[in-house]
Each structure stands twice: as C-alpha cells, then as structure tokens.
C-alpha cells in the first residue's frame, strides 16, 4: 500500500522568503512522486516529477525537491516566493498496481504568500 | 493543441439521480484517468481507462462506471447519487498508462447532489 502525508495543511510566507512544503511518503516499491499545483477553480498542473533518475528534481516556475529515501520525503522548495505562488499544492506517490499505476494525492497544502 | 476539456462546469443533481460527465483528452493522448476531489481534500482515483479497456480501479463502488470512445474521450457515469458525491471530478489525459507519463489535468466539473 502507498501513502503520502502532507504536513501543514496551511504554509504562510513573505513575499521573496523561501517556501518549504513538506511531504513523506510510504511506498512498498520504488515509487514515481510528483508535485502538481492548483489555482482556484483551475485542474492540476504537473511542477515536477521524480522517476528515479536524479534525487534532486527541478521543475517549472523555480520549484525544486529532492527525493531523499532514507527519510521517505520528498519536499519541495522554492528559495524566493512571488505572490503569484498563492495557491494549492500537491504530492503524489504512484506505484504500480496490478497492469496499470494507481497514483495517491496527498490532502494538500495552501501557499499563502504575504505582501 | 487543444488542452483536456471537460463537461459540464457545474451540475446540480438531487439524491437518487445518475449524472454523467464528459471529457476530452488532448490530442495524442490514449490514457484517461478520473479523480473525486472532495472540498479541502487531495484528489481520489476513481479509473483509468486506456485504449477503450479500464486499466485500473480505485476505491470506488460499481455505481460509478465510465466509458472511452475510440477517439479516447471518455464518459463518467454515476448511478444512484449520495450526497457524499458532491466533489469536484478531474479528469486527466496522459500519453501512455505508464506512470512516468505527465498527466494533463481538465479544470473539472463540479457536481453537487441535493
């Protein structure tokens, strides 16, 4: 069984401060992790993804995370926020289940991000 | 290229009734997967559907059912609506079922039962 945990269901930060959003995930196999963000009213767009090539992943808009297996934990950071990073965000753990790889979300974490 | 669509916006049904909701894949994709986002939560795989076969099941009563056109839309349909069904219905369309694919998220549609 797989499982993601998403500490913080609310992160607030100054604007240029560095944003840390946390998340650990339980997988009994290798897993696929992802980050994906949602702006209200708006589907999920993918930030990025680890798929066991390089630990540490960069993706759009400045995010990175790093995918530290000894501490399951793949969070991700940003070293300067802009107000335009308000939004919701996402973790997710897929691994493969039966032909096909069922994905697990993580209950979110709301970026406030002040002036 | 034409990004994933999804019909209708929003819908209100009362208890009992089916519902059925739309999306279209993006163009080149063969693989479309359905998520429930109940308010304040992550989203909950309902099926993937791949090629017009499921390809994957969540945790979800046979009431919800789905479809895949050979053009690779795809049909949610739930029967017997509860009100714990009122949530918000992604829909993502990816290039292949393989996980390492990017899946491409529809901006939803949000369903609320009475």
């Known amino acids: 069984a797989q499982s993601v945990t998403q500490l913080g269901s609310h992160v607030s930060v100054s604007e240029g401060a560095l944003v840390l959003l946390r998340c650990n995930y339980s997988?009994?196999?290798?897993?696929?992790l992802f980050w994906y963000v949602q702006y209200p009213n708006q589907g999920l767009q993918l930030l990025l993804k680890y798929t066991s090539a390089a630990t540490l992943v960069k993706g759009i808009n400045g995010f990175e995370a790093e995918f530290k297996k000894s501490e399951t934990s793949f969070h991700l950071t940003k070293p300067s926020a802009h107000m335009s990073d308000a939004a919701e965000y996402f973790c997710?753990?897929?691994?493969?289940?039966?032909?096909?790889?069922?994905?697990?979300f993580g209950r979110g974490t709301s970026l406030i991000v002040h002036p | 290229e034409t990004g994933v669509t999804q019909s209708p916006t929003h819908l209100i049904k009362t208890r009992g009734q089916q519902v059925t909701l739309r999306c279209s894949s993006q163009?080149?994709?063969?693989?479309v997967s359905w998520y429930q986002q109940a308010l304040g939560q992550g989203p909950q795989f309902i099926f993937q559907?791949?090629?017009?076969?499921?390809?994957g099941r969540g945790n979800f009563p046979p009431r919800f059912s789905g479809l895949q056109f050979p053009n690779y839309s795809s049909e949610l349909n739930v029967n017997a609506l509860e009100l714990d069904d009122s949530a918000l219905y992604l829909c993502a369309s990816s290039r292949d079922s393989s996980s390492s694919y990017e899946q491409y998220f529809g901006p939803g549609t949000r369903l609320t039962v009475t």
């Open positions: 559907y791949y090629r017009e076969e499921e390809n």
């Open positions: 163009s080149g994709h063969n693989t």
């Open positions: 997988s009994s196999v290798p897993p696929y």
């Open positions: 997710a753990v897929s691994g493969p289940s039966g032909g096909s790889y069922i994905p697990t």
